[in-house]
């Protein structure tokens, strides 16, 4: 086999990972590398490449977990055979770069409730260095702070938000794709406003993540509920029930609620119908960073070529949720449109906290929170997921997911999870039916629990408890 498109480079600024992931990916795309195809073993291309052995094995496990290829055992491994016949993402049609260089299932609460969702580890983020930061904002800000702030964002955060995305997430992008804006449903309301008109039938997971189905309803769109298996978000069904939609909204890496990431063929799929259709993909990439085995799983907009995907990140999961900060990448062709009408809305609001996350970026703060609260979430993980299975194992199974900050646990008789969910939440326990983030029934139940303000094995176990009560 020849190697020469796999080499790297250690003076470029993406890791070494990365461009070995990227290499390969390329060379499967341009048909360097077909279906069927062995692929050195990972001692033997370390050799080659003069590379660690670790290198190259977390490149694999990418390649491997979104579906590029397939370990056989003794056979070795392989370019996956069911790359053969799949449409490809397409390529790039222009290159040109920037002309501008249901229920309420959150109460709004000062307490933190056991189980809750959608909250990071608040005992663990690093209010000392968070504080610094905010002081030294305020003494160096100055006449900027004081002005009109760009209602697309401040541009240092950006900036920080478009490098950390090319190393973190295999997304190339220039500041001027972002746009920072009030948290999730800030982006989609941008979207709406730039792209979609009231009435647009669109594509949503089912389930999916309730808040953003309730927002798009809120604003006018009409949403074709497509269920999601194994390999996630069933594109085939998709094109069956609305091939004309006009956008889909999917959470690719780790599907929000049940877990799994998108396939890859599944991904391509998805892309050829939007490039085909000329419709837009609303990626929703909400906490791809806490990821248990290997590396996070790159974002689809990594593979988008035609320039259909909008993708949207938060700080809600990784920092604060009360930061309100989240940001959207527009495509190169969608600077201009997006401009206008971002500069006819609020914007983030102050600059002060924009400045503060960009210097938790800068500075190296952000990558090094990110892999303390990996290790402390799948601990936290391992204490509920214990405690459920030495409690109430009997009753309920958690289904096995690779990250996320919480968990799904599927009822094993058929009970109402809405009613166990109601019971709970009556005695201070947040958690949530699964039924409540579906559009059509169905008989699998389950309840989501959150889990990472879980600070010991024995607050989960007592918490634990207190749910039996409700069985």
């Known amino acids: ?213 309730q927002y798009l309803e809120l604003a006018g769109m009409r949403l074709e509920p497509v269920p999601v298996d194994e390999e996630g978000l069933n594109v085939g069904m998709g094109q069956q029930c609305a091939a004309r939609a006009r956008f889909a909204v999917v959470t690719p890496t780790h599907q929000s609620p049940m877990g799994m990431a998108l396939s890859l063929p599944r991904r391509l799929e998805l892309l050829e119908w939007a490039g085909r259709r000329r419709a837009w993909i609303i990626e929703d990439d909400y906490d791809s960073e806490f990821r248990y085995h290997g590396r996070p799983l790159p974002a689809l907009k990594s593979l988008d070529r035609d320039g259909r995907v909008l993708y949207t990140g938060t700080f809600s999961k990784v920092l604060l949720p009360g930061l309100r900060l989240a940001y959207l990448v527009v495509p190169v062709s969608q600077i201009g449109r997006f401009r206008d009408v971002v500069d006819h809305l609020p914007g983030p609001g102050s600059i002060l906290p924009q400045a503060m996350a960009a210097d938790f970026m800068e500075h190296g703060h952000f990558a090094r929170h990110l892999r303390k609260m990996r290790a402390l979430y799948a601990t936290r993980r391992g204490y509920l997921v214990n405690a459920l299975a030495q409690t109430i194992g009997d009753r309920l199974h958690v289904q096995p997911q690779a990250g996320g900050i919480h968990v799904l646990a599927h009822l094993n008789a058929r009970r109402s999870d809405k009613s166990l969910a109601a019971a709970a939440q009556a005695r201070e326990l947040a958690v949530t039916a699964l039924s409540s983030w579906r559009v059509r029934k169905s008989s699998q139940g389950g309840l989501l629990m959150g889990f990472a303000n879980f600070a010991t094995a024995e607050d989960a176990v007592a918490a634990v408890r207190r749910l039996k009560a409700i069985f």
């Open 1 to 213: 086999m020849d190697l020469r498109h796999l080499r790297v480079s250690r003076e470029q600024d993406a890791p070494i990972y990365l461009q070995l992931y990227r290499r390969y990916r390329e060379a499967i795309a341009t048909g360097k590398l077909l279906p069927g195809d062995r692929v050195p073993s990972v001692r033997s291309l370390a050799s080659e490449l003069n590379l660690a052995r670790g290198t190259v094995e977390t490149a694999y496990q990418i390649l491997t977990s979104e579906g590029y290829l397939v370990a056989r055992g003794a056979a070795g491994t392989v370019v996956s055979p069911r790359l053969a016949n799949l449409p490809e993402p397409g390529t790039a049609r222009t290159a040109g770069r920037s002309v501008h260089e249901s229920p309420r299932l959150q109460a709004v609460s000062s307490e933190v409730l056991p189980f809750q969702l959608g909250l990071p580890a608040l005992d663990a983020f690093p209010r000392k260095v968070w504080a610094r930061l905010a002081g030294r904002s305020l003494r160096t800000l100055g006449t900027v702070a004081m002005t009109y702030p760009d209602p697309a964002g401040y541009e240092p955060l950006r900036r920080a938000i478009a490098a950390y995305l090319g190393i973190s997430r295999g997304i190339i992008c220039s500041h001027e794709q972002i746009f920072v804006v009030a948290g999730y449903r800030g982006a989609l309301e941008l979207v709406c406003r730039t792209l979609l008109q009231a009435g647009d039938l669109g594509w949503y997971e089912d389930p999916g993540y309730i808040f953003a189905r």
